[in-house]
Each structure stands twice: as structure tokens, then as C-alpha cells.
């Protein structure tokens, strides 16, 4: 007998290639057990909030366990930070309950709304990769329903293949049940930021740098449609937790406490050409001058991290069609790559609304892990004819250069492309065949980058 299920049309948060879906919604573990037991017809992939922006969490004509309902807080040790919790909570309900308590999320990305599931399976970066690293790093150890229904006990010590091979692995070696992570001490709900206008690429990455040295966050907004000596013209967002003292006057007496946000919403699809060059130039031209240069400001951490969560279902600004993010890292050594990214950018006007510079820190073990040293670009880019042929373009050039891209983001890469840009693929595939011999562990991911045959 299977476990009852509703068929919906599925995508990322980029809204391309949607898929119709059976989605099964388990309470507790052993709902979800039942599911990985009883569904045999086809294959299974787990899926969290939804937002990877491509089809790593969608299953077309297969089936998708949602698992934000297995979202239970288990144990917490103040002495060490670490948390024990089920794998649908989320980065934002870990915010809402140990902020007050002096703790923060270790690694967090721009949106709160991540499970510590999903942030696992694609071992999520922050705006401290380059001295903190990925999320990976403080997951301490996790437990993974296989699909045989055995339950695996990972950490670096014990079953350490799978331990790596999951952490960025997409879903495709099972089921994260719960998780042990560290989370890091701070003394305010505030962070200080410096803010640097950077003229050119040369200077943001000077810049960041030296900046990255002393301060654990770093990002830069980059207007993607300036060119020439322009190119690369930023603001360079640094930041670092403030302490209690250093909060401003009115929240001095609650310094944990973060200021209420009031939430608005896109109610529905915004026409394909609300985003567009001339308005993004006018957004940019609005950005650049809202941010002058000027040190320790003191934002609240969600506007510092999160600026666009406040506008919910933002994605449909980009209209029907959607978009696709590409980001796109590279080694140090290959500034003339992301300068082509750039030039490639502009010249063809397909321009972006959200343009991010990061630096990164060294990779880790995790086999199919994205990070690797140097910088990392992250591109918003409309869904408009010819876009999948023009980010086969983008891939070239990031191959050309050394380049990898970011699984989360992707949603048109070839297998080719994946095979060249992550050396361990096979090594990947090894691990997952001796888990899920029979390969009931699939994705439209898996299946249009040939990481599965079915
Ligand atoms: C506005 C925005 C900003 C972002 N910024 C960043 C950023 O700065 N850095 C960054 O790294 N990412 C960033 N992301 C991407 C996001 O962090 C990742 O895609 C994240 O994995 C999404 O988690 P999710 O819970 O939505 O999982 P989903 O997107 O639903 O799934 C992601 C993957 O996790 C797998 N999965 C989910 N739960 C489990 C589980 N329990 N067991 C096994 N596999 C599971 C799925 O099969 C899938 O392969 C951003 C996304 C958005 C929308």
C-alpha cells in the first residue's frame, strides 16, 4: 500500500523547468520511513523549503518527501553551542529561538528560510566562507535513512565517506533525519558593517582582501551593468557581530532581541518586463547612492543578512518565466574569468538584478562540496529566449578558467560540464551505488546532469 501523497507541479525558487510531482508530507519519522518503504514504483528525492533555484529538490514523474514537518528542536548544550535537531528546522526558527539565548547560526545564506536539511545536501556558505568556511564544518554528526531503511550514524569518525559524501551530495545518498551542529556565541542581535564603494573589480577585490582579514563577513553588490574602467563597480558590505555595548541607545536594554520586521509580499506574477535594463540601471543608480562609504553602521542582523526575506515570494517579480541564478566560483588566480563573466554580462544586456562578489576559503572533503578557493559570482538572470544556450556560455568561460558552479543554483549545466568542473564525481557515484544499490534515490537534477541513469 502507499502512503498517501498530492501531485503538484514542483520547481526551485527560479521557477524554470517546473515538474509534476507525488508529494509526500511525513509528521514524524516514522511516516517517512513508511514512505521510503512502501513507495517502490519509481524514484524518491527528499525535498526541504524549496529554495534551490534550480530541480535538485524536484522529482519529475517521481516522488518528493517534503520534510519540513520533521521539525523538532531536540537537545541543546549551552556550554558548547551545540544543537541536536530534526532535519525541516529551519536557519529561521533556529534564529527566532537562540538569538535570545546569545547564539547565531554558524554559516547562514541569504535567505533564512533554509532547512538544516537542504543547507547539508548542498553544504551551504555564508558571507564568511573565506575564514569560517561551509556549513559542513560545524555539522558534528548526522543521522541517514538509506533507502534500505538502515540508519547510519555519520560524523568524521564513523562512516566518514558518507558523512562527506552527503554533505553537498544533493539528496542522492538518503534521508537526513537529525543533526548535530555547532553554533557559534554572540553577545547582540546587531552586527557593525562598514560599507566601502568600491570604482572598479580591481578595487572591490583589493579591498575585500584586506577587509577579509578583519572581519568575519564580506560581501560586495556589484552593478553588473557598468563597463568599461567601470566594470565591476560596488559597494563592499562588511560586517562583524557588535557587542551589547555598541547597540544602538533604544535597543540597548534587550540587546538580543532583533527589531520587528513588517513582512510585505509580491502578491502575484509581475510581468515578464518589470525587470529589465533600464529599471535595474535605475535600482542600481538608487543603490549605489543609498550606500556611501562610512564604518560602523549598526544594522540589525536580519537586514544585514537577509534583505530579501522582508519581500515574500520576491521571485515573482521576474514574471512567469522565472529566472535562473548562476553562480559561478573561481580560483584566485582567475580574475580575467570573472571579468569575462562580467564583460559577457553587460555586453549582452542581460542584466542582472542581484549581482554578488564573495570571497572563499578553502574547499573541504565533501565530495560533490561547491566551494573551492577564490571568489565566487552570483547572477540573477531572467528566463528569456536563448538563456540556457547563453548559460552554457557562462559554463565555458567558467571552464576555460578553472571554475565550478554551485548545484543549488544550477538548473542547465550538462552532464559534461558537472563531469569536468567535480573530480570526484565518481568517487560520488561509488558511494551512492553501495547505498542505494537499486538507485531509487533520483532527481531532475541527477538525471539531466547523468550523475543516475534513471
Ligand atoms: C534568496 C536566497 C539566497 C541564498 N543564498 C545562499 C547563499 O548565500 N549561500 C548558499 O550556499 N546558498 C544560498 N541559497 C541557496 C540555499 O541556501 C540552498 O539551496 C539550500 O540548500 C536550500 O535549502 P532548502 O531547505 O530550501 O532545501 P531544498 O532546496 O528543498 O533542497 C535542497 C537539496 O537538499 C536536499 N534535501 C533537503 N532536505 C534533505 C534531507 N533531510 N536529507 C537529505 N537531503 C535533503 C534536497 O534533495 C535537495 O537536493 C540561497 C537561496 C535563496 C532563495
Redesign the pocket.
Known sequence: MSPPFETHTLS??GRMAPAECRVYRPEDYAGLQEAVAQVTEGTL?????????GD??VNGGGGVID?TRLNRMISFDDATGVLECE?GVSIADILDTFVPRGFFPPVT???K???V??????D???KNHHGAGTFGQFVESFELLTPSGAILHCSREENADVFWATMGG??LT???LRARVRLQPVRSAWMQVDYRRCANLDDALEWMAASGETHQYSVAWVDCLARGKNLGLSVVMDGNHAGPDQVPAKHRDHPLRAPDKREKVVPFDAPGFTLNPLSIKAFNTVYYAAHPTREGAMVDYDSYFYP?DVVHHWNRMYGKRGFAQYQATLPPESKAGLIQLLERLSATRRASFLAVLKFMGEGNPGLLSHPIKGYTLTLDIANKPGLIEFLHELDRILLDHGGRL?L??DVAATAATLAAMYPRLDEFRAIKGRLDPEGRLS?SMARRLGIVER
Open positions: 526551485g525558487w528525492i527528499a525535498r526541504g523549503l524549496g529554495r534551490s533555484y535538485t529538490s520534510l532535519c545564506p541569504g535567505t528560510f533554509v532547512t536539511g537542504g543547507a547539508i545536501a548542498n551551504i556558505h555564508g544533493i539528496g538518503g534521508f537526513v530579501l554551485y543549488a543554483k532527481s
